[in-house]
């Protein structure tokens, strides 16, 4: 019985590390107790004494993973969404961070254009229009954001 309580607590503390290293979401939590060889109860438990501390929280992870990205590697609104999709964030939440953050996928646009214009400032007018269209598009980017941005 002493054993196991201490393996619990060793994996508390690791567990602990983990998830405060940075916010993280719920499935990669799950994935780490999978890395881990974790048995399902244990886990459980261990997620829900995480919430209880306000350390797992799917919610507080896409709002900082979205102000991360806005501040320092922009993405489109579809990258984003398909970032957090593959960290078990849905849909419906991004979209509502989104709101309440304020996203503006049109400035960022024009940031990651003004980053990289020196790939087309020898560029005649029409093929800077062009290149710079499917650069974002190749980011994510809506036309009618690439039209707001290149026009």
Known sequence: ???????????WEKCV????????????????FEKKNVEKVSAQSLKQKLRDFGLL????????WITQRMEFRPRSRRALIHELSQ???????VEEVLKTLGF?????????????????ERLSE??????????LN????SWEVIKKVSG
């Open 1 to 11: 019985m002493k054993k196991i309580d201490n393996q619990l607590d060793v994996l």
């Open 17 to 32: 590390k983990f998830a405060t290293l940075r916010p993280r979401s719920e499935k990669e939590l799950d994935y780490w």
């Open 57 to 64: 929280d799917d919610r507080e992870f896409c709002e900082w």
């Open 87 to 93: 960290k078990g964030i849905k849909r419906e939440l």
């Open 104 to 120: 503006d996928e049109v400035s960022l646009a024009k940031r990651i254009i003004e980053k990289n214009f020196y790939r087309w």
């Open 126 to 135: 029409r093929d800077r229009k062009r290149k710079i269209g499917e650069f």
């Open 138 to 141: 190749r980011q994510g980017y």
